[in-house]
Structures are given as C-alpha cells and as structure tokens.
Nanobody, 125 residues
Framework: QVQLVESGGGSVQAGGSLRLSCAAS????????MGWFRQAPGKEREFVAA????????NHADSVKGRFTISRDNAKNTLYLQMNILKPEDTAVYYC??????????????????WGQGTQVTVSS
C-alpha cells in the first residue's frame, strides 16, 4: 500500500481559495488511481473528485464542478485539489485516497484501499 499525507487545509472566507496537496510514499503513485473525499460533522463521507493513474481522465462531484480541480504530478508523487470560490458548505475534513489501478477513476469511497489522515478546511461566511 501507499502512505498518504494531506496538507494545505486551513480557514478562509467565502469566495477564497485553497490548494490541498497529498504526498504519496511507500510505493510509486504513478500506477494508482486517486481521489479526494470530504466529511462534514454529522455527515457521511462524500466524493469530491477523482483522477486516473496518468491524470488524463477525471471526474468531479456536481457540487464542486467549475470551482474545484483535481490534478497530479507523478514525478513528485503528489495529488492536488485546487479549490476556488469556496462556500461555507465546503467546510469539512478532506481526505485523499488511492487505489492501485490503471483502468480509470473511482468515485466510491469503498473502492479505495489507502487513505490519508485528513486536513481540515473551514470556510466562513
């Protein structure tokens, strides 16, 4: 399995931006599909965005389309989530996830077998 460490979370006002990073170690991440999920207090973990192993195929949840962009730099073994026009409802702990696969991207949390510890994002109105 690959070890994942998220960073870049913080507090921001509505309309602001943040970029989350997820550093992978232990195995090369270049043959892993990866994704971002988030969980707000009292709510289930929900899909945010996913990317296939080479970054050529991606999917974003409807709630973040046009505002968030997932990307990866396999040379740096790092996954990113650029978050723009943040809203208070984006407040959550954000998790990155990985699954060894070159077949595509995955949107279900139970399809991943490696998870980071999470990073808090708080958006105030």
């Amino acid at each position: 399995q690959v070890q994942l460490v998220e960073s870049g979370g913080g507090s921001v006002q509505a309309g602001g931006s943040l970029r989350l990073s997820c550093a992978a170690s232990g195995r090369t991440s270049s043959d892993y599909a990866m994704g971002w999920f988030r969980q707000a207090p009292g709510k289930e973990r929900e899909f945010v965005a996913a990317l296939n192993y080479n970054g050529f195929s991606s999917n974003h949840a409807d709630s973040v389309k046009g505002r968030f962009t997932i990307s990866r730099d396999n040379a740096k073994n790092t996954l990113y989530l650029q978050m723009n026009i943040l809203k208070p409802e984006d407040t959550a702990v954000y998790y990155c996830a990985a699954r060894r696969s070159t077949l595509g991207y995955y949107t279900g949390f139970n399809e991943y077998d490696s998870w980071g510890q999470g990073t808090q994002v708080t958006v105030s109105s």
